[in-house]
């Protein structure tokens, strides 16, 4: 089995910081993207930002220049740092891993974490 286990969200003011974290454990063979999705209430799940193994990212626009998606390979965990939130950024955030499990070696298959709930408030 694997699992996902994600960490750092919480109450944060407009133009404060927080960082999520994601980690990935259990019967993993290898691991290719990882991402970060959100949802805000009433509205549908969004990819904000992306990283490949090999460290190239990608970002939702309105993201661009405030967060920075980061990976550690050897700890199979995924960051996201998140600066000059605003409220509009106020979510659940998802972490997505894409990765092959010892248990099924011939299918590279998307994998979520339970969500982390990231308010931004005055």
């Known amino acids: 089995q694997v699992q996902l286990v994600e960490s750092g969200g919480g109450l944060v003011q407009p133009g404060g910081s927080l960082r999520l974290s994601c980690k990935a454990s259990?019967?993993?063979?290898?691991?290719?993207?990882m991402a970060w999705y959100r949802q805000a209430t009433g509205k549908e799940r969004v990819l904000v930002a992306s990283?490949?193994?090999?460290?190239?990212?990608r970002y939702m626009h309105s993201v661009k220049g405030r967060f920075t998606i980061s990976r550690d390979n050897a700890e199979n965990t995924v960051y996201l740092q998140m600066n000059s939130l605003l409220l509009e950024d106020t979510a659940v955030y998802y972490c997505?891993?894409?990765?092959?499990?010892?248990?099924?070696?011939?299918?590279?298959?998307?994998?979520w974490g339970q969500g982390t709930q990231v308010t931004v408030s005055s």
């Open positions: 997505n891993v894409r990765m092959v499990v010892t248990t099924n070696l011939g299918a590279l298959g998307d994998y």
């Open positions: 259990g019967s993993i063979f290898s691991i290719s993207d």
């Open positions: 990283i490949t193994r090999g460290g190239s990212t």
